[in-house]
């Protein structure tokens, strides 16, 4: 029976190979659009990660804290399940620092009788504990102890973060929601042309027995079989066009392997579905 459904596939797609290809083709077409916002949103990824990892709370210490304060500030923001690392900053090293990265400051920084700048404490973050609040969180928490002078962290840095990795998730859904209405009704439109041929040969397996599912089978497999192809062809576009823009105009990453055999997979997926609606909406009518 699966050896029946794979053979008249195939006859169907060598019946009708020039249907089948622009089928793919329009199928690839669409998927590419995908492909390549794909790349874009992967590579907006990974420069926000990037980004989000140097979020970090700065906390200035007044210069009458003691060392025990000190060692009581550390061990309580080490405690927080949000922090990641915390690191103290003397006055001196954050005077070696601002000489270093504020060379055109230098012989400022150097004429001064006394060190202005405060010692800190940066806390480094968990991974998932990045976001706004409880970044906000760790903020106001390290801002309650009286030897704190001030609490800093970016407040609308972060935000604008968390933003664009909302507005970049939205984005991908509604684009990966259109392209797959588009390849459905390209893929249904292929199999409805393909039941008109053949209504005849539908009707005389009807009279002889077969049952639906065994009419509906090699429709089935034509349609994910056309749907790989889109995908494959996606792929394969989508990574010409990542070649020809990586390192010539903005250096870029590629997909991980899981995207790359997601998408070509949902190609197939999507012509099976749409098989799928086109033989409920019609095989009965042309049977």
């Not at 970090?56 to 009581?72: F, H, K, M, N, P």
């Not at 915390?86 to 060190?115: C, G, Y």
């Not at 823009?245 to 590629?254: K, Q, R, T, Y």
Request: aromatic share 8%; charged share 20%; proline share 3%.
């Amino acid at each position: 029976m699966a050896y029946h459904s794979v053979r008249e596939a195939i006859a169907a797609l060598r019946r009708a190979p020039g249907l089948a290809i622009l089928s793919a083709t329009s199928i690839g077409l669409s998927l590419f659009v995908l492909g390549i916002f794909g790349v874009v949103a992967y590579n907006l990824e990974v420069t926000l990660q990037a980004v989000e990892r140097r979020v970090e709370v700065v906390a200035y210490l007044r210069d009458d804290i003691s060392a025990a304060q000190l060692e009581v500030l550390q061990n309580d923001v080490s405690s927080f399940p949000e922090v990641e690392n915390v690191s103290h900053v003397s006055k001196f090293e954050a005077m070696r620092n601002a000489i270093q990265q504020l060379e055109e400051f230098h012989d400022v920084f150097t004429d001064l009788e006394m060190n202005p700048l405060p010692a800190s404490l940066e806390v480094q973050l968990r991974p998932d504990f990045r976001d706004p609040t409880s970044v906000a969180r760790v903020a106001e928490l390290i801002a309650l102890y009286p030897f704190v002078e001030d609490v800093r962290y970016g407040r609308e840095w972060v935000d604008k973060i968390y933003q664009l990795r909302r507005l970049g998730g939205a984005v991908a859904a509604i684009l990966g929601i259109a392209f797959a209405v588009v390849a459905i009704l390209i893929i249904g439109t292929t199999v409805r042309m393909a039941v008109l041929a053949r209504r005849e040969e539908i009707a005389i397996m009807r009279l002889v027995g077969a049952t639906d599912g065994f009419i509906r089978r090699p429709f089935l497999l034509e349609g994910f079989i056309t749907g790989l192809g889109g995908g494959l062809l996606a792929l394969l576009l989508t990574y010409a066009a990542f070649l020809a823009v990586d390192g010539s105009l903005i250096d870029l990453e590629w997909v991980p392997a899981s995207w790359a055999s997601g998408g070509t997979l949902a190609g197939g997926l999507l012509g099976l579905a749409a098989s799928g609606a086109a033989l409920r909406r019609h095989l009965t009518t042309y049977g």
